[in-house]
């Protein structure tokens, strides 16, 4: 007869450790995507009205020329698509202070043409041939520009991107766990499956407007 009490204690432990599991891994998800969320939320709002929002660009060029020591390593380009030397790219990051990586460029027999895009804006570098005169222009779009560019990913780099799946995955953890505490408390709070169907039925609602 001990037995059964015995195994129902065993239960009831077994289901507040799980309850415990719950509430840390969805309070520890919470906290690590705050940040990211209140970013994406808010870029959310700026996107679905971008046309609303006047961006307004701000221009700078700048021009200089390249020292002839490195002025040679562009007259033998290793191809048509090969990067800047690594010299000339740090000497462009250094003396001009141009944040140049090892992507690929256009090469011409006039010219080399290096497409600079980033987030909130553009950017180009051109270095003609063979004089080595270069030319750069930048494109600003402001604040809210470069946070919609990285709501979108666009031209973040890798480690942004690898940041956008880690934060996808931690929103998941959060559904999920929030979900299944949901579903335990159903019972004390009679709203509970009426709103998760409302939830889940708006987007529905809105995608069948669109027909």
């Keep these: 007869m001990a037995l059964f009490p015995l195994m129902q204690r065993l239960r009831c432990g077994s289901r507040a450790f799980w309850i415990r599991q719950l509430h ?4 520890l998800s919470s906290a690590l995507c705050l940040g990211a969320m209140l970013i994406f ?7 679905n009205h971008a ?24 007259l033998t380009p290793a191809s ?10 740090a000497w462009f990051g250094s003396a001009a202070g141009i944040s140049v990586s090892a992507q690929a460029a256009e090469w011409s027999a006039d010219e080399v043409y ?3 895009p980033r987030p909130g ?5 051109r270095v003609t041939l063979p004089d080595g005169a270069w030319e750069y222009e930048l494109t600003e779009r402001g604040l809210i520009a470069y946070l919609n560019d990285l709501h979108k990913g666009r031209h973040a780099g890798p480690a942004w991107n690898w940041l956008i799946d880690l934060f996808a995955v931690l ?6 766990t929030g979900f299944v505490m949901l579903k335990i408390y159903a019972g004390q709070r009679p709203l509970t499956w009426p ?11 809105a995608l069948s407007l669109l027909h």
């Excluded at 804006?121 to 570098?125: E, H, I, K, S, V």
């Excluded at 929103?171 to 999920?176: E, K, M």
């Excluded at 709103?195 to 609602?205: A, E, F, N």
């Design 24 to 27: 840390q891994w969805h309070w």
């Design 80 to 89: 048509s698509t090969a990067a800047l030397p690594p010299a000339l790219r």
């Design 121 to 125: 804006g553009d950017a180009w570098l």
């Design 171 to 176: 929103c998941l953890i959060f559904c999920i």
């Design 41 to 47: 939320a808010g870029t959310g709002i700026t996107l």
């Design 114 to 116: 290096l497409a600079l």
């Design 51 to 74: 046309a609303q929002i006047e961006a307004q660009p701000h221009i700078s060029t700048r021009h200089g020329q390249v020292p002839a020591a490195l002025l040679a390593q562009l």
């Design 195 to 205: 709103l998760i169907l409302l939830g889940l039925l708006l987007p529905l609602l």
